[in-house]
């Protein structure tokens, strides 16, 4: 979903977002009253769906489209008047959902205090709007933060909160798709996978496997053989780890055919794919298969990993 023209322009006139580095949630070590810009996410306590609905593509909106309930408006007004309080606070955007809220803010300069004291004085006028209309308590405790660094981060965050109303309505509609199923047995290993369950059962699966000294030719010849594969009707397996993996199964997901891609990390309880792979797992074109447990932590793949991902391949195409 493209950019409106206000946000490109606000990106336009700050060339200094990229000395911002942390992307942690409360990060120890990062002072939270210092000029910096959050992507802010509140939850409504219990995730009872009291900031409005989610509606279906209309003639005046060409996706689905977040409509507002009384509670949600008062909110966002709710939300707007934060720079009355903390003149230091530009906001940039702001997208509800049924239970919970996105919220980019930029912090122009010195804070009097923490910046939780800003998202808490937020919350308490919400919280009185709430008792007017009989809805407290609505706030789960405390909230995240997450410090973007760079145009490009930014860039994709102002894209994210656009683009939920669409992504919560697609997982509705394809709820399949989107629920992690633990213990699917795979030779002696049990894995979880989320997307196509039944790729698995296709007759003819080709593991995808390229060496990382593959020359750009090499890489170019394998794309166009795994292609006429797939072409043929093969779903193609891989855990796309090396240049050459990646850009085969880059061209095969663009394309639209079907692939199983193996995952060094695991799902957590509310994750779900982002960006193209989303759409994937929507149309039933990927089956995500994940060997070990979800890890928070950013970690970089061994050795080793990556030959028991590659060998769980081979495997996934023997059954």
Known sequence: MPLSENKKRWLADHPELGRHQSMKRRHDHHDYQSP????????IKGRRPLLGTVCPPDDSHSQPWFNPSPLGERIQACWREMPQFYPQVRLLSLQLMPDHLHGIIHVTDQLPRHLGHVINGFKVGCNRVAREMSLSPLWEEGYNDRILQGRGQLN??????????RRLWTKRHHPEFFKAQQDIIIGDQSVTVMGNRFLLDSPNKVVVRCSRKMTPDEIEHATT???????????????????????????????????????????????KPGGEMFNA??????????????????RTITRDQCNRLNDLAALICTM
Request: hydrophobic share 50%.
């Open 36 to 43: 910096c810009i959050y992507m802010i996410t509140l939850a």
């Open 156 to 165: 994709a965050m102002f894209k994210y909160l656009e683009d939920n109303p």
């Open 225 to 271: 053989r795994f292609m006429m594969m797939a072409q043929r009707g093969a779903v193609l397996v891989s855990p796309r780890i090396s240049p050459g993996e990646r850009a085969v199964m880059d061209m095969i997901q663009e394309a639209g055919f079907p692939f199983i891609q193996l995952l060094e990390n695991g799902f957590s309880p509310m994750w």
């Open 281 to 298: 797992c929507a149309s039933g074109q990927v089956l995500l298969v994940a060997p070990w447990p979800y890890h928070s932590d950013r």
